[in-house]
């Protein structure tokens, strides 16, 4: 009797009853096709059904490949990489299995014995866990479930934007193995395209209208008039009275290098002439770096912009001015409103 039957045995006097089952069809919420309609064309990612094989989005579709015998796809390095040093994560665990036991990712009282990398599903006994050290089910095991195979963190590389698929302006990023959730500012929407958030007349992204936002009479004091949405710089809210009586908020946005002004009733004014306390870099960003003016530092700082965000803050030298219309510091007096230190400036909120 070789090794492998008597370790079956064992399992079978310690189990009682296994319950088997041949696995046909490998349980998985994994949909290539999705996830290439939600990402940049090119990203590359895990497929969780095997842990050599890989999958590349190619306009808009999945393009499936494998590693050869011995090796692992890494979906950090994006390349093929001995499987002893790769740690794979499968929904199929008898995929890199040739015979032995392994460990159901599902459930922590479920086990594979896997021949020929084909695998017959065992369950311990209530009570018990498997123990995939030993290959053997132990009364109340410790047994923390490792991260989901059909994870996005376990399909995609860190830093790869992922749309939400449920919202326009939604998107998802994994970043050391967790969930990171956000949504682009104001009325923008995410471009899965292009990996970015972008006007929503530049994206393509089909959705139903949430209903209008009720607004209460502080927001909206009549109806006709236009108020800012306090937490951007160029977004604003429309109030209107419904068939129904309600007042309600109808948003939009200014145009590029525009942003709102409460005053005569609100519009749409030039960025530099507006003293704003959300992110100043809502506008710039999108096709190459950028840089905005600081508000209430004099004029002598600037946020350096990416993707409508700041993401970092620098100050020009010698005492220098920072000017966003022409992108450079100046030696020439800059007073733009949107950095002056004056609190008579126009406030955007």
């Avoid at 200014?254 to 004014?269: D, K, T």
């Avoid at 003293?275 to 530092?297: K, W």
Wanted: some cysteine.
């Amino acid at each position: 009797m070789n090794s492998i039957t008597s370790k079956l045995k064992i399992l079978q006097l310690v189990l009682g009853v296994i319950l088997l089952c041949v696995v046909q069809n490998v349980r998985s919420d994994f949909d290539p096709k999705l996830i290439c309609s939600l990402v940049v064309d090119g990203t590359k990612m895990n497929d969780p059904r095997a842990c050599n094989a890989w999958i590349e989005c190619v306009d808009g579709k999945p393009i499936g490949g494998s590693c050869d015998d011995g090796f692992s796809y890494d979906r950090e390095s994006k390349s093929c990489l001995p499987s002893d040093t790769v740690k794979c994560i499968s929904s199929d665990p008898c995929a890199g299995v040739e015979t032995g036991f392994a460990a159901d990712p599902y459930s922590c009282n479920g086990y594979y014995y896997c021949k020929n990398s084909k695998g017959t599903r065992g369950e311990c006994k209530e009570g018990y866990n498997f123990n995939p050290g030993t290959f053997d089910c132990l009364r109340n095991f410790p047994c923390t479930l490792g991260m989901d195979p059909d994870s996005i963190c376990n399909i995609l590389p860190d830093g790869v934007f992922i749309k939400d698929h449920t919202n326009c302006n939604g998107w998802q990023m994994c970043w050391k193995g967790n969930v990171i959730t956000d949504t682009c500012s104001g009325t923008f929407f995410f471009d899965p395209v292009h990996g970015k958030c972008d006007y929503p007349q530049n994206v393509e992204c089909v959705h139903t209208e949430p209903p209008p936002l009720k607004a209460d009479p502080v927001s909206c004091p009549q109806s006709g008039i236009f108020v800012p949405d306090k937490q951007s710089c160029n977004g604003y809210f429309y109030c209107h009275e419904n068939p129904e009586g309600d007042m309600v908020l109808l948003p939009g946005i200014c145009h590029e290098s525009r942003f709102f002004s409460i005053e005569n009733h609100g519009s749409c004014v030039r960025q530099e002439k507006i003293h704003c306390p959300y992110d100043r870099c809502v506008h710039l960003g999108f096709t190459n770096i950028e840089l905005a003016n600081l508000s209430d530092d004099g004029c002598r700082g600037y946020a350096i912009c990416q993707d409508g965000k700041t993401i970092d803050t620098g100050t020009c030298p010698d005492g220098e001015y920072f000017d966003e219309v022409s992108q450079r510091c100046t030696n020439e007096v800059i007073t733009y409103a949107a950095c002056a230190q004056s609190k008579e400036t126009t406030i955007a909120s």
